[in-house]
C-alpha cells in the first residue's frame, strides 16, 4: 500500500483541509508514513496569506528535490492556497512537483495520482466548485485510533469570502462565499458529539456572514431585516445549541466585526455553550487606514460593537489580528492602533507586518513603510499586548476555572512527578497546565481547576478536591487508546 505524508503550513483552514485529505487518501488505499523520508506521497499544504509563506514553500521544494531524486517513483503533490494561486505555473518553475491540488479539488487527489501511476503527466487541478459545493465530512471514527474522537474538532460552515480587504488574497484562493446547509452542519457535529468530541469550532473565511443555502434557519431573536450587515449566524449558533445538547462548548473563527450584530450578541449572552471568548479581527486602529483596508467599519464602532458583546457576557474576553506597516500607514496612525489595543484591552493578538500580495487592490499602493520600521511597530504592538495578557493572567491566580483537557502537555519536565501533565483551554482560551495529575484519565473531560500560577503565555492549575475525587484513574495504556487531535506537522502556524 503506497505511504503518503502532509505537511501543514498556514492557518486552522489549511490543518482542516489536511485532515480531509488524510480521509480521501485513507479511504483510496493510502496508509499514513511515520516519516517524509517513508513516504511515497509527500503532500505540501500551503498558505499565501503572506509572502514569508509562500517563501517557505519555494525552499521546501527545492529541499525536496533530493528526497524526490532518491527513487523515481516518488510524487509531491502541492495544495491549498499557492497551489490555487499558481496553478499550473508552479509545475513550469518547479519540476519536483507532480501534482498541484487546489482547496476545491482534494476529492479528486486519488485518481489525479492514480493518473500519475499509470505514466499521467504532472497535473494542476484548481478549479472552485461554484455549481455544486462540496463540504467534506469526516470519516466516522472507525477505531479506537480515530482522530475523530479527540476532545476537539473543526466543523466547515462555510468557504470562500466576498470581503474586498485590499491586503488580503483570500477571496482569489478560496473564491466566492459559499455556504453548507445547516442540517449538515448540525449533523456532523451531532457525529462527532456521539464519538466523544467535545468542544467544536466552527470554520470559514468570515464565519458570521453565514447563511442557510437552503433557507431551513428561523430568524434569530434580535436579528434586524434592514441592518444589511445581518446574517444567519446567531440562527446557526441557537439550531447546533438545541440539536447537539452533548456538545460542551462551541466556538467560530474567524469572524468579521462587520456581522458582529445585536443577534450575535444576544446568542452569546443567552447561549452558555458559547465560551467567553471571541477572537475579532481589526486590523488596525486607525480610521485612516480602516478605510484604505476597506474594512467596512471605522475604530468606533468596533469598539461599540465589541463593547456590547462585553457588556452582554460579563468576563468575555478579545483577541484580535492587526497588520502593521500597511501602505501610507503613519506614526499617528500606529499610535491609534497601539490606543485601541489598550482601549479594547486584547488579552491575546496576532501580529503581522504587512506583505503585498498578488492579485490584491493594495498592489496599487506603494508599500512605502520600511521594513525596519514594519518590525519595530510589530514589536511594540507586541510590547503593549503581552503587558495586558501577563497582567490578565496574574489576575486568574487563585480563581477557580473549568478547564476542557485537550491532551498531555508537549512540554516536557514542566509537570508533575513522572507521570503525565495534562492541559487544555478554560472557557476563555487560556492555556491551563495541569499538574499533579498524572495518575488520572483526564482526555476529554471538563474539569474544575485553581489556578496557582501564571505562566508568560498560559496558566499552571492543579484540580480542585472535587474534580480530583471525580476523576477517573488512568488505564495502562489508557492515554494511547484515545488521542488528542491528529498531531499534524504544521510548520507554520501563523494565526488567522
Ligand atoms: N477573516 C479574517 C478577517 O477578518 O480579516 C482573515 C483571515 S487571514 C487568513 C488571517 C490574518 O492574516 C488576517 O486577519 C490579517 O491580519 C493577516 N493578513 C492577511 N493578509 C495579509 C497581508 N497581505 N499582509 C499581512 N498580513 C495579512
Not at 466552527?202 to 430568524?219: E, M
Request: charged letters at 25%; glycine letters at 10%; proline letters at 6%.
Amino acid at each position: 500500500m503506497p505511504r503518503y505524508s502532509i505537511t501543514t503550513f498556514g492557518c486552522q483552514m489549511n490543518v482542516h483541509d489536511s485532515e480531509r485529505m488524510h480521509d480521501v487518501l485513507r479511504c483510496a488505499g493510502y496508509t499514513e508514513a511515520g516519516s517524509a523520508d517513508e513516504a511515497d506521497v509527500l503532500v505540501l499544504n500551503t498558505c499565501s496569506v503572506r509572502e514569508k509563506a509562500e517563501q517557505k514553500l519555494r525552499s521546501e521544494v527545492g529541499r525536496l528535490a533530493r528526497w524526490k531524486r532518491e527513487r523515481a517513483d516518488r510524487v509531491l503533490v502541492v495544495a491549498g492556497c499557492v497551489a490555487q494561486q499558481e496553478g499550473e505555473r508552479l509545475l513550469k518553475q518547479m519540476r519536483a512537483i507532480d501534482v498541484v491540488v487546489g482547496p476545491d479539488n482534494i476529492p479528486e487527489l486519488p485518481g489525479l495520482l492514480g493518473d500519475l501511476a499509470i505514466g499521467g503527466l504532472p497535473i494542476a487541478r484548481t478549479v472552485f466548485d461554484l455549481d455544486a459545493p462540496r463540504f467534506l465530512v469526516a470519516s466516522p471514527p472507525s477505531s479506537s485510533s480515530s482522530p475523530r474522537g479527540a476532545p476537539t474538532a473543526f466543523v466547515t460552515v462555510m468557504k470562500g469570502c466576498d470581503e474586498r480587504c485590499s491586503f488580503c488574497i483570500v477571496p482569489h484562493t478560496r473564491g466566492p462565499e459559499r455556504y453548507r446547509p445547516s442540517d449538515e452542519i448540525v449533523a456532523e457535529i451531532a457525529a462527532l458529539v456521539a464519538a466523544g468530541t467535545r468542544e467544536v469550532t466552527l470554520l470559514g473565511q468570515t464565519v458570521n456572514s453565514y447563511r442557510d443555502p437552503l433557507g431551513a434557519l428561523p430568524r434569530a431573536p434580535g436579528a434586524s431585516a434592514d441592518d444589511p450587515d445581518e446574517s444567519e449566524f446567531a440562527a446557526l449558533l441557537r439550531r447546533v445549541a438545541a440539536d447537539v445538547p452533548g456538545l460542551a462548548r462551541l466556538r467560530y473563527t474567524s469572524p468579521h466585526p462587520r456581522h458582529l450584530t445585536p443577534s450575535l450578541v444576544l446568542a452569546h449572552a443567552e447561549l452558555p455553550v458559547l465560551p467567553r471568548h471571541v477572537h475579532m479581527p481589526v486590523q488596525s486602529g486607525s480610521d485612516r487606514v480602516l478605510r484604505r483596508m476597506i474594512r467596512r467599519y471605522t475604530r468606533a464602532e468596533y469598539v461599540a460593537r465589541t463593547r456590547g458583546l462585553v457588556e452582554a457576557v460579563p468576563g468575555l474576553t478579545l483577541s484580535t489580528d492587526i497588520i502593521v506597516g500597511f501602505p501610507g500607514e503613519t506614526e499617528d496612525d500606529f499610535a491609534a492602533t497601539l490606543s485601541l489595543v489598550r482601549e479594547v484591552g486584547f488579552k491575546g493578538l496576532f501580529g503581522f507586518k504587512y506583505s503585498r500580495r498578488p492579485h490584491t487592490p493594495a498592489l496599487k499602493l506603494a508599500d512605502d513603510v520600511p521594513e525596519g520600521v514594519k518590525g519595530e511597530r510589530l514589536a511594540r504592538l507586541f510590547e503593549e499586548s503581552e503587558a495586558l495578557l501577563t497582567a490578565h493572567l496574574s489576575a486568574l491566580v487563585g480563581t477557580t476555572q473549568e478547564v476542557l483537557v485537550e491532551g498531555r502537555d508537549k512540554e516536557r519536565g514542566h509537570g508533575g512527578a513522572g507521570g503525565a501533565l495534562w492541559s487544555g483551554r478554560t472557557g476563555r482560551h487560556e492555556i491551563a497546565h495541569i499538574d499533579g495529575a498524572g495518575e488520572l484519565d483526564l482526555l476529554g473531560e471538563v474539569v474544575e481547576v485553581s489556578i496557582t500560577r501564571a505562566n508568560k503565555h498560559s496558566l499552571q492549575a492543579e484540580l480542585t478536591e472535587a474534580a480530583r475525587a471525580a476523576a477517573r484513574p488512568r488505564q495502562r495504556g489508557g492515554l494511547e487508546a484515545r488521542p488528542a487531535r491528529r498531531s499534524l506537522p504544521v510548520v507554520a502556524a501563523e494565526g488567522g
